[in-house]
């Protein structure tokens, strides 16, 4: 199998721009630029990855997610990358061809290949509520695991269950981690997650041949270690307690912080106000709506997307955001009456000592 270096200058690439999308590469995963020359080396020597992709209870919109990714671009992760050798909604071969594609994947890169599975599996009737190549979804998904590498868990379905498993959940959906027990899941939560995010984690495994960094939930640390809220551009007016009170009020209008209008971004933790979607363009906040926690388990069961968040606490832990514009109203008028105090008290002292006798 080819390299992805072989693959670039059999399609008239020169070495300066392979060095140049090295160098992207390591930006867009947080890198320090001393590991371009590791990249080039990966790059260089390694053979493209089998990737078998599963689809499960979900609506498809990982993958359009992710085909629409810029930094690096989908088509070089998929035409050069790795080798998606499977993948139901992408690929050309469908039916018996399809099936047969994926037993040959899984029987020559036995221990080699990344199952990488969208949406989830339901349990409930045997699994009958999604069926599969003549069986249901959970025993290929089980069956496909088997000899993996290791697993992506594209989107909130795969990682957490999403709307599918939200409650009662008649189907039972169930994340693959309650499935899979025995392989390192790497979950990439998000509906969808961000087209970046998705080719940035297949980009480090393919490079450095292990699974990134991840969080205590299985998430990779280098764009799910911080909250929304964090680098949110509106943050200023959270900190200074200026809030839109309703939708397209006058503090709408002048980009106040969406906190009182139901934003979840102080509890979610993704790469949105950094990253951003549409090459960078915007994300749901900018775009004046409300972060509605797609990446966090259970979103869909916390109540209404436009409940606001309780005891959110702006400066240290004396006040939520509902009373910091008081209390820093308060604060004015504190020190306003403290220096106005000061100020009689030193005229009164400068008054006694000028009425004051002079000592003999």
């Known amino acids: 199998?080819?390299?992805?270096?072989?693959?670039?200058?059999?399609?008239?690439?020169?070495?300066?721009?392979?060095?140049?999308?090295?160098?992207?590469?390591?930006?867009?995963?947080?890198?320090?630029?001393?590991?371009?020359?590791?990249?080039?080396?990966?790059?260089?020597?390694?053979?493209?990855?089998?990737v078998l992709w599963l689809h499960g209870l979900e609506c498809t919109c990982c993958t359009e997610s992710f085909i629409r990714s810029a930094h690096p671009l989908a088509k070089d992760v998929v035409l050069s990358m790795i080798s998606l050798d499977y993948d139901d909604t992408l690929m050309a071969a469908a039916?018996?061809?399809?099936?047969?594609?994926?037993?040959?994947?899984?029987?020559?890169y036995k221990g080699q290949y990344i199952l990488a599975v969208?949406?989830?599996?339901?349990l409930n009737e045997d699994g009958m509520f999604c069926i599969q190549s003549g069986k249901p979804f959970v025993e290929k998904l089980k069956h496909v695991a088997k000899d993996a590498k290791a697993i992506i868990a594209w989107g909130s379905c795969a990682s957490w269950g999403c709307v599918q498993a939200a409650k009662p959940n008649p189907?039972?959906?169930?994340?693959?981690?309650?499935?899979?027990?025995?392989?390192?899941?790497?979950?990439?939560?998000?509906?969808?997650?961000?087209?970046?995010v998705m080719t940035g984690v297949i980009t480090y495994m393919l490079t450095f041949d292990r699974v990134p960094e991840l969080d205590r939930q299985g998430r990779p640390k280098m764009f799910y270690s911080q909250r929304i809220h964090d680098k949110c551009y509106r943050r200023p007016h959270f900190d200074a307690g200026q809030f839109v009170e309703a939708w397209d009020d006058e503090s709408a209008r002048k980009g106040y912080c969406l906190y009182k209008v139901g934003c979840k971004g102080p509890t979610t933790y993704n790469a949105c106000s950094t990253v951003q979607w549409n090459e960078g363009t915007s994300f749901p906040i900018k775009a004046g709506h409300g972060c509605i926690g797609c990446s966090e388990d259970g979103f869909w069961d916390k109540g209404s997307f436009y409940d606001r968040l309780t005891d959110i606490h702006a400066f240290g832990i004396?006040?939520?955001?509902?009373?910091?514009?008081?209390?820093?109203?308060?604060?004015?008028?504190?020190?306003?009456?403290?220096?106005?105090?000061?100020?009689?008290?030193?005229?009164?002292?400068?008054?006694?000592?000028?009425?004051?006798?002079?000592?003999?």
């Open 1 to 50: 199998m080819e390299t992805f270096y072989e693959v670039m200058r059999r399609k008239g690439i020169s070495r300066r721009s392979f060095l140049k999308y090295c160098s992207l590469t390591a930006t867009s995963l947080g890198l320090a630029p001393s590991f371009v020359p590791q990249i080039a080396h990966a790059m260089e020597n390694k053979p493209r990855t089998p």
């Open 95 to 108: 039916g018996h061809q399809a099936e047969a594609i994926l037993e040959e994947i899984m029987t020559k």
């Open 118 to 122: 969208e949406g989830n599996p339901p």
């Open 171 to 196: 189907t039972q959906a169930t994340p693959i981690h309650k499935v899979i027990t025995d392989k390192p899941i790497i979950k990439v939560p998000g509906c969808p997650p961000i087209p970046e």
């Open 318 to 360: 004396e006040a939520n955001a509902d009373q910091i514009g008081a209390t820093a109203a308060g604060v004015v008028g504190a020190a306003v009456a403290a220096h106005a105090a000061i100020s009689v008290a030193k005229r009164a002292r400068d008054t006694r000592k000028t009425d004051a006798p002079a000592s003999h």
